[in-house]
């Protein structure tokens, strides 16, 4: 988290447990980044397995350094997402390059009754705003992602419920954007 606002500030990390899955694997994928650039990384699980969560980790510490993506990747397993992708903004990271890493939860093969779906909302120009979305009924959460489109544009929260995601981005490009919240689901 990085906090610009010249006061502390606390946030809340959320762990999904469960009992380990068949084929149960976390894969990792490092890039280097290019100063005062867009990055992205991407990794996958192993062919015909399905991604059940993700995340990234950068290794700028400059506080002008955002993610603006972290989203589950479709693949070849019938649709279903078979890896994780982080973007990072990195505009004002003018010093030397840095590390970005996707880590990807997968299983293989799919849990019962996993599933994937999100929604689309819209961030205008230099606001905030969000969107929640359920898994199927029945349905319990294991991951939360969300795609910005604006480059410009930052994840602000990303939180994963029992049964639902809910993304917040902000926007600090010159147009109104859409943002995607995704929510990965087993039964």
């Not at 976390?26 to 980044?33: D, G, L, P, R, S």
């Not at 799919?110 to 359920?134: E, H, I, R």
């Amino acid at each position: 988290m990085n906090n610009t606002s010249g006061g502390a500030t606390t946030f809340n990390v959320t762990a999904v447990c469960a009992a380990q899955p068949l084929g149960y694997k976390i894969v990792a994928k490092t890039v280097t980044t290019t100063p005062i650039w867009n990055d992205t990384a991407t990794a996958n699980c192993p062919a015909g397995a399905a991604a059940l969560s993700g995340g990234g980790l950068a290794s700028s510490r400059d506080l002008r350094t955002n993610l603006n993506s972290s989203h589950p990747t479709v693949g070849e397993f019938y649709g279903r997402p078979a890896g994780w992708q982080t973007d990072l903004n990195s505009y004002y990271n003018t010093g030397a390059a840095k590390k970005l890493t996707t880590y990807v939860v997968c299983a293989k093969p799919a849990p019962a009754g996993y599933t994937t779906g999100g929604d689309t909302f819209t961030v205008a120009t230099g606001a905030q705003s969000g969107a929640t979305t359920a898994c199927p009924s029945g349905g319990v959460a294991t991951g939360a992602g969300a795609w910005s489109g604006a480059k410009e544009g930052n994840l602000n929260t990303l939180t994963l419920g029992s049964n639902f995601a809910q993304a917040y981005g902000n926007n600090n490009s010159t147009h109104d954007e859409d943002v995607f919240v995704y929510v990965t689901c087993v039964s």
